[in-house]
């Protein structure tokens, strides 16, 4: 069984601030996504990496894909307070999703 | 564009009754459909997914059945609730092996 771990479990900074969270496994992924999702909603697609070492920017987010595809990053550059929710990673493989416990993440104003 | 649909949104069931849950999608033809159970706050628990009509595989040994009766319908039923089957039931479809979309969700309360 493929496992994925989040970390940091909870995260709660000031508005402006940067952060990192981190997806690791033992298992290598042929691809990694990234979701978010706010309470009581179904989880938003944000990104999905497929190339070792592979960066993706989305406005102030960046992803990153280990070289060896077992782990990935994401980067929050001057968070806001929109950016507060529950991010989930996913790794894809021949049986579907994995899914991370995720990342809870609070921006204060 | 695609849409996923999920009804209820939230649903209070006593002990022992039965459930359904539908959910369908638009845009798409032969999508792959997913049912995952998310416990507070937590990650998703793969149910059930399915590649075409009447073809659905389960992951998880439970009390819990799906169904596919059309291409972009995906029902999850049960014939008697237990307390263990309250949380977030939701529904996902998708083309690509490693990318999902997901639908608004149901919440599911068991009293």
């Known amino acids: 069984t493929q496992l994925l771990e989040q970390s940091p479990q909870f995260l709660s900074i000031q508005e402006g601030e940067n952060l990192t969270v981190y997806c690791n496994s033992s298992?290598?992924?042929?691809?990694l996504q990234w979701y978010r999702q706010e309470p009581g909603e179904g989880p938003v697609l944000l990104v999905t990496?497929?190339?070792?070492?592979e960066v993706k920017k989305l406005k102030r987010l960046t992803f990153q894909f280990g070289d060896a595809r077992k782990d990935s990053s994401l980067h929050i550059t001057a968070a806001q307070p929109g950016d507060t929710g529950l991010y989930l990673c996913?790794?894809?493989?021949?049986?579907?999703?994995?899914f991370g416990k995720g990342t809870h993440l609070i921006i204060q104003p | 564009s695609q849409t996923i649909h999920q009804w209820p949104a939230t649903l209070v069931q006593p002990v022992g009754s039965p459930l359904s849950l539908e959910c369908t999608v638009e845009?798409?033809?032969?999508?792959?459909l997913y049912w995952y159970r998310q416990a507070a706050g937590r990650g998703l628990q793969l149910l059930f997914y399915?590649?075409?009509?009447?073809?659905i595989s389960s992951e998880v040994p439970q009390n819990l059945s799906a169904s596919r009766p059309q291409d972009r319908q995906f029902i999850l039923s049960s014939k008697k609730l237990l307390l263990s089957d309250s949380g977030f039931y939701l529904c996902?479809?998708?083309?690509?092996?490693?990318?999902?979309?997901f639908g608004p969700g149901t919440r599911l309360t068991v009293t």
């Open positions: 996902a479809w998708g083309q690509l092996p490693y990318e999902q979309y």
């Open positions: 298992s290598v992924f042929s691809s």
């Open positions: 996913a790794g894809g493989g021949a049986d579907g999703l994995t």
């Open positions: 990496v497929v190339t070792g070492g």
């Open positions: 399915s590649v075409g009509i009447g073809q």
């Open positions: 845009g798409t033809s032969n999508p792959n």
